[in-house]
């Protein structure tokens, strides 16, 4: 009887058994997912990129730790979602974006959207969109003045000189030489750093269905969305090219796959996770035929992130038994009673 | 071979290796043996012996006039040495009989009885006599599961076994199972169920091969093969999964004309009708992977478990937990003087690797647990809202009809702890009820 003090016996509720599952293991996966779409950008727009890149995502973890500390929030684990956050951020700017701008937005994306919402679980908005449409809505205000207030430090990465090119989306919005489809879906140079290809994002979305991380249902709905309305109301130019320009082109594809899916910000049910992934679908289209084409898919995302409570409640689904107790209490349905051999 | 199932649940390692190849053996008995008297669902016994008074093996030392009772018999030859509280696996104190055993024990004899010639309420008295729970786990007396106030379809066996680590229900299957199948027979008898379904998980190949040889030829009883799925062994999901009927929320197996009863408890009936004998034993799993000697034992109620252990080559030096039951749903224990009671399936020693001590994190909404919970709940939900003491909102999210198999624990990224969450919310509403 003695032997209970001695043994110092751990005690917990059940259950006794934990899978191997946690936050920083689905992180460093979606970061590996980001890895084809990473090294394309940085094929194309080289060591610009690269900077771009490790920026953002330095700027991220930093942002994290100082936000923390002035919350006061009890230690939490370090689960790498700050530097998953700082890479998408990176990953939707053009290149010759100046560095204080991914900066800016980085530092808004953590600090405000995620560690000031609670931490992570509790952020309405997806953090990188987040951050990434805070400087398109705060360009007008800022542009002139934070340029010339950091002028005297002499490093902007627009004073680099690199590859510029018109975005696709552009194109197809406004003119004609489009690039080929083909190029488009393995590996073209124009927009953001995670629109340079769309074999890449597809290759890394599969890795996360794969993983289980991610449901197909969302991107899925996103994208054959995307592709009807297209048909529909885009293919009197490009005939039924269109749809699939639609797609390759512009953040249909870095949205639906790496956005749209983000675990905090979607809906949990199935349900859900469709209701939500066609509606993002026409706003998408709704940016893009009748509204300015830029940053139409983060828009579309944000605006839906805000339904996701409401989309959760009304997509309940019945508990165990209670369909089949609702059949029961009908009156004139009577219960098909399947027996087993 | 097809197996059929139920929606959701997951997919666990099975860890049966340890065990589901070893014999059932005995454990001997130990100096002293402490019998709670409140080892069930239902009304708690009073001793009818007093401290001093001799007992032997299979005589009545509690009883209780409640319908939902089961009696409690010694478990040895020996003495009454003291009826006091004595700690119980819930962690609580639970007034119990101890008896110091005899050195000398003599074998019971029991009369036989020809159990075709027994009437349904001659079956349920003998059951209830012998003092017969469900054996699985809930330990609800099986004479008042037999008592349906509707008619019986069909009864199932469960076994089922999902727990991983447990195999004991699995030998029994192997090696008892004539006594397996009479039983079952007259727990039919005893509720006039035309049918008899046998369910099994896949992985028992040697258990299916053994009923079914027995239960050849007998049109009325059938074998569910089913997929190593957890929680296949619960009640309601076996149902759907063998008969594809779904037991309604808040309702019982018998609203649809199903009863359940475990393996052990078949065997139990089967003993109690033909021999008359008490359930004063059981068999139960010795495994984990801190376990010196896996195996399935046999052990009398009342036996603490530092015995067993020691009888099972004791424990190892980085020792983390011992769980009384399945990992998923047992009971870690804070002391080893604690009994092994009528509803106790394993005792499982797990080294300090297979413990988690690094805390849980907030929900990040991954859907994990909605996706695998076996009941269509929101384990997130209802996670987040007893956390912050919201609880009409987790019962709204389901939390009252959980029935705690820890699967949403097992499969959160966060490390939540979710069954704790559902336990603090039906407390809550429990003590809001009773005011």
Redesign the interface.
């Known amino acids: 009887m003695s032997m209970s003090s001695e043994l110092n016996l751990s005690v917990s509720t059940s259950p006794h058994l934990r899978s191997k599952e946690n936050v920083p293991n689905a992180m460093r996966d979606v970061a590996v997912s980001l890895l084809p779409v990473s090294a394309v950008s940085i094929y194309w727009f080289g060591l610009n990129a690269l900077f771009l890149i490790v920026l953002c995502m330095a700027t991220a973890l930093l942002t994290e730790v100082v936000f923390r500390k002035m919350l006061n929030r009890r230690s939490k684990r370090f689960d790498g979602s700050s530097l998953v956050t700082g890479l998408l951020i990176a990953l939707c700017f053009t290149v010759n974006t100046s560095w204080w701008t991914a900066v800016i937005a980085t530092v808004i994306g953590v600090g405000i959207a995620k560690e000031l919402m609670g931490g992570i679980g509790w952020n309405l908005f997806n953090p990188a969109l987040f951050g990434r449409v805070s400087v398109v809505i705060f360009a007008p205000l800022l542009l002139n003045e934070v340029n010339i207030a950091f002028k005297p430090l002499g490093f902007s990465l627009s004073t680099v000189d690199v590859v510029t090119q018109a975005t696709p989306l552009a194109l197809l919005k406004y003119g004609s030489g489009l690039p080929s489809l083909s190029s488009l879906f393995l590996s073209f140079p124009g927009g953001a750093l995670g629109e340079t290809s769309a074999l890449a994002l597809i290759a890394g979305g599969a890795y996360l269905i794969y993983r289980k991380h991610i449901r197909w249902q969302t991107p899925v709905s996103i994208i054959a969305t995307v592709f009807v309305i297209a048909l529909l109301l885009d293919s009197g130019r490009l005939g039924i090219a269109a749809p699939l320009y639609h797609i390759f082109s512009g953040g249909v594809l870095l949205g639906a796959i790496f956005m749209a899916t983000d675990w905090v910000t979607s809906p949990i049910t199935t349900k859900g996770k469709i209701i939500f992934g066609v509606s993002v679908g026409i706003l998408i289209m709704v940016f893009r035929l009748f509204l300015a084409p830029v940053e139409g898919t983060a828009f579309s995302i944000l605006i839906m992130n805000a339904f996701v409570p409401y989309i959760d409640r009304a997509t309940k689904r019945p508990r165990f038994g209670e369909v089949a107790a609702t059949a029961k209490m009908a009156p004139g349905v009577s219960q098909p009673v399947q027996r087993s051999v | 071979m097809t197996s059929?199932t139920f929606s959701q649940g997951v997919y666990?390692?099975h860890y049966k290796k340890f065990s589901e190849d070893k014999s059932i053996t005995v454990i001997s008995l130990p100096e002293e043996v402490v019998i709670p008297l409140h080892q069930h669902t239902g009304a708690p016994c009073h001793a009818v012996v007093k401290v001093g008074d001799t007992v032997k093996t299979g005589q009545k030392i509690g009883e209780s006039a409640a319908f939902v009772s089961a009696f409690i018999h010694a478990s040895a030859n020996g003495t009454v040495k003291a009826i006091e509280p004595r700690p119980y696996f819930n962690g609580l104190l639970v007034e119990s009989v101890v008896i110091s055993v005899n050195p000398e024990q003599e074998e019971p004899r029991w009369n036989e009885k020809d159990v075709t010639e027994l009437s349904r309420d001659e079956i349920k008295a003998a059951i209830k006599e012998a003092g017969i729970v469900g054996m699985g786990g809930a330990a609800f007396p099986t004479h008042v599961k037999l008592s349906p106030p509707k008619p019986i379809d069909a009864i199932i066996i469960n076994g089922c076994e999902c727990e991983?680590f447990l195999t004991c229900d699995h030998r029994m299957m192997v090696e008892m199972t004539d006594s397996l199948v009479e039983g079952a027979k007259l727990i039919a008898r005893a509720v006039e169920a035309p049918h008899i379904?046998f369910g099994v998980e896949a992985n028992k190949p040697d258990a299916i091969q053994a009923i079914g040889a027995k239960i050849a030829g007998d049109s009325n009883i059938?074998i569910?093969v089913l997929d190593v799925k957890y929680p296949q062994g619960s009640e309601?999901q076996l149902i759907?999964a063998?008969?594809?009927?779904?037991?309604?929320?808040g309702?019982l197996p018998f609203d649809v004309g199903v009863i359940v009863n475990n393996v052990a408890t078949a065997i139990a009936v089967y003993e109690a009708c033909r021999y008359q004998k008490p359930l004063y034993e059981r068999v139960l799993t010795f495994s984990g992977d801190g376990a010196a000697k896996p195996g399935n034992v046999k052990v009398r109620i009342g036996t603490p478990i530092?015995h067993v252990i020691d009888q099972c080559g004791g424990?190892p030096s980085q020792?983390?937990?011992?769980?009384l039951g399945g990992?998923?749903?047992?009971?870690?224990?804070?002391?080893?003087?604690v009994p092994v009671v009528k509803g106790t399936s394993g005792i499982?020693i797990?080294t300090?690797s297979?413990?988690?001590?690094?805390?849980h994190?907030?929900?990040?909404?991954?859907?994990?647990c909605?996706e695998h919970c076996?009941?269509?709940?929101?384990p997130?939900?209802i996670g987040v809202y007893a956390e912050t003491r919201r609880y009409p909102m987790a019962v709204e999210?389901?939390a009252m009809?959980c029935f705690?198999c820890?699967?949403c624990?097992?499969?959160?990224?966060?490390?939540r702890?979710i069954?704790?969450f559902v336990?603090d919310t039906k407390k809550h509403v429990a003590a809001r009820s009773s005011k």
């Open positions: 059929k666990l390692p991983p379904i059938e569910a309601k759907k063998a008969m594809n009927l779904e037991v309604p929320p309702k530092s424990l020792v983390g937990k011992v769980v990992p998923m749903t047992g009971w870690a224990q804070s002391r080893l003087d499982l797990f300090s297979m413990v988690d001590d690094y805390g994190m907030d929900c990040v909404r991954c859907g994990k909605v076996p009941m269509y709940l929101y997130n939900y999210w389901g009809d705690e820890g699967i624990v097992y499969v959160c990224p966060s490390n702890p069954v704790q336990r």
